[in-house]
């Protein structure tokens, strides 16, 4: 287990070209999202929040959706795994049911939950 990249302690992060570097050997990569970035503004919730900017098409003062993050890991392809993380409550079931549906037919296996509260659930293929 190799953890690739920082977040500077932010919930997102959109890559620069050269990050993460991925070890050539790995069978499997998992993209970690952190669900407390939705909603807030995309400046204070995302690491390189230009780059998200560039690939979503959004304003740097515009909440950060499901849709959105969706569509920048889309447009990254760097994972074939992804688990939103801080999933707590109902109203957070919600926002992740909306990011599972947005990464659907992607080929991606998802997953979501708490990793502070020891649960989640795998989507199925959608």
């Not at 990011?99 to 795998?122: H, N, Q, T, V």
Request: charged share 20%.
């Amino acid at each position: 287990l190799v953890e690739a990249d920082g977040s500077r302690q932010l919930p997102l992060k959109a890559h620069e070209a050269h990050e993460p570097v991925i070890p050539a050997v790995s069978r499997q990569v998992i993209c970690v999202v952190g669900a407390s970035g939705f909603g807030k503004p995309i400046r204070e919730s995302v690491h390189r929040p230009e780059r998200f900017c560039a690939l979503t098409g959004a304003a740097a003062s515009d909440p950060v959706t499901p849709e959105q993050a969706a569509k920048a890991i889309l447009a990254e392809r760097l994972c074939d795994t992804m688990f939103l993380n801080q999933i707590d409550t109902e109203t957070q079931r919600s926002l992740a049911d909306r990011f599972a549906a947005a990464l659907g037919g992607s080929g991606l296996r998802i997953a979501a939950g708490s990793l502070r509260a020891g649960s989640g659930w795998l989507y199925p293929d959608i």
